[in-house]
Every structure is written in C-alpha cells, then in structure tokens.
C-alpha cells in the first residue's frame, strides 16, 4: 500500500509500505479521510517525544471495511466506518468502569514512543480492533467523518463541565477544539456562549458555529467585559482551550464565584495556577482528556446537523500533496484550521 511515513524528524516521504495484518477481531479499514492534527505537527518535530519514526502518523479517520476477522460480529466488508484514536484494552480496572480515556493499557493510533510503534492511517490501509469501531451513516461524508475524533473532544469536554440551563460559557482559544467546543457546550445548556482569542477572524467562525460574543484577548480587559456579560458576576463555566498560563489564568479570572474550569488544552507540560483564586473563589477545576465513549452521539449530532464542521475544514489533500501541507501547517500557515487527507486521490 502507499503510505505517509515519517522517515526522520520534519522528513515525510510517500512510500510503499506493506498492507497491516489484521488479527480475528479485527477491520482492515481502506481509508477514505484522515485528519492532520495539531498533535501531528507538534510530534513533527520531535518536540513531544510520540511521534518517533519511522512511523505512519494519523488517527481521525474514516474508510470503508476491506477485510474483517474470522471472529468479528457486527461488521462486514463494505461498510462505512470510523474509529476512535484510543486503542483502550477493555480489560483494566478503568475501562470496566468506563473510562477507556483512561485505559492503564492504552495505545493511540499513529503514535510511537518509548511503551509502543503503533501506526496510524495516513495511509491506503489501516487496522483497528472492531471495538474501537462505529458504523457511519451515508449522510456524513467522508471527510466530515474524519472530524468526529475531535468532535468527540469537544463533547467529553462539555460533558465535564457541570452545566445548569441556561447557564453562561466563556471558551478561551478559538481554534479547531475551541470552535466545536462552542457548539458542545452550547448544546449541553447554556444559554450564553463566549469566546475568547487572540485572532479576530477566528472569533467570526466562532460567531457563526453559535458564540453569542467574541472578545479579542488583546483589545481591553477580557474578565472585565465577561462581567459586564453576566451581570457583574463572571461566567459560570469556563472551557479552557490552549493550555498555557496566560490563557488558563484568563480562564480562572472569567469565572464567576464558585464556578467550574474544564481545562482541555494541553499545550504546555506545566503552567503557573493562581492557588489562591481558585481556592478563595472556591472554583471547581476539572481535567478533560480526549474522550470516552461519546462518538456514538457525535455521529448523531453531526448527521442532524447540530455540530457543523464544514467551516473548519481549510482543504483536502493526496498523500503526496500532504507533504507540503506538513510543512505549511508547522509554519503556521495563516487562517489554516484542519487539512483532510484523502489517501484514495
């Protein structure tokens, strides 16, 4: 099969790569979409340490099933199909309670590190357990299906966050999680969306996919203008977005009085927390990471229509054309939000 491969750090080459074995439980996915995500081009580089080449990157993805194992139910060839990113065990102590976000023995799909080589779908072919797969409905195109994995982050995320109808949102960073952020919470009660960025241009999508208010980070003072949206008190939940201090400190100062703080950036290793806002105010803070179980109700949401993506999708390319991509996202091509990788052009 042709494939991606990360020979060397900042080094992709198109190549021909042998099609993955698959084992009784099985699919053998031919991949019609895969999305280039913010962790693949910080792994580019070397910078994270979990993209170690060689390595076939890739993990938002969705194709049609080629092949299946002798011991596979439920599935057939030529269904549609996509898959989650965590390739959890369904044996450990967390994923018999439901947390596979949290599996002791996870893998994620187009990930190498120090535990594992686990390659991913930046290619013709890639193969996944049948428990981490879901049945696509033809109403969502392919290239929206290869949205889901993050769309399922903005969902966990929402889900963290202990809203109350009608409640008021501030999401800070309106970039590709922030702006499906925007709709999640929106959808799980609150009345009041605000979002928070330094790009302008941003904050109009962020309008349009169903933010109230866009507040530039750079123009005034931010917690200032939240209170004068709340009546004087501060938002109720706050999803941080980026992760690192300036924004996380943003995000605790926007939130009202015993409010909660879901912190879904991961941008920096370690940041500096005001301790003792968090503590006087009594603020609640919560972790998200990536998500557990929701793909079920984003598919559903997304073939209603009640989260939109087709804004945040900048192009589609070859597997050969993605070699310049790589290289445009890295340096932060201006206005670019999630390029698709169509393996099949």
Known sequence: MKALLLSEYKKLDVVDFDEPE??????????KACGICGSDIHGYD??????????IMGHEAAGV???????????????????DSTVSCGNCFYCRRGAINLCDNRMVLGVSCDEYRRHGAFAEYVAV??????????SIPY???????AVSVAVHAAGRAPVTLGDTAVVVGSGMIGLLAIQAI????????????LDSNRLEVAKRLGADVGIVASEGNVEEQVRQLTNGRGA???????????TINTAIQCARKGGSIVLVGNLAPKVELPLQAVVTRELSVYGSCASSGEYPACIDLMSRDAIRVEDLITATASLEESVDWFARLYSGEPGAMKVIIDPTR
Do not use: W
């Open 129 to 138: 357990p049948q428990h981490i797969c879901y049945h696509l409905p033809a």
């Open 236 to 246: 109720d939940v706050v999803l941080e977005v980026v992760g690192a201090t300036p």
């Open 186 to 197: 929106r959808l799980a009660g609150c009345s009041q969306v605000i979002a928070v960025d």
């Open 22 to 31: 698959i084992g009784d439980h099985d699919l053998l996915v031919s991949v």
């Open 46 to 55: 070397g910078s994270t340490g979990r993209r170690q080449p060689p390595l």
């Open 65 to 83: 099933v080629a092949k299946v194992g002798k011991s596979v139910t439920g599935f057939r060839e030529g269904d549609r199909v996509t898959f």
């Open 143 to 149: 290239n929206h299906a290869a949205m889901i994995e």
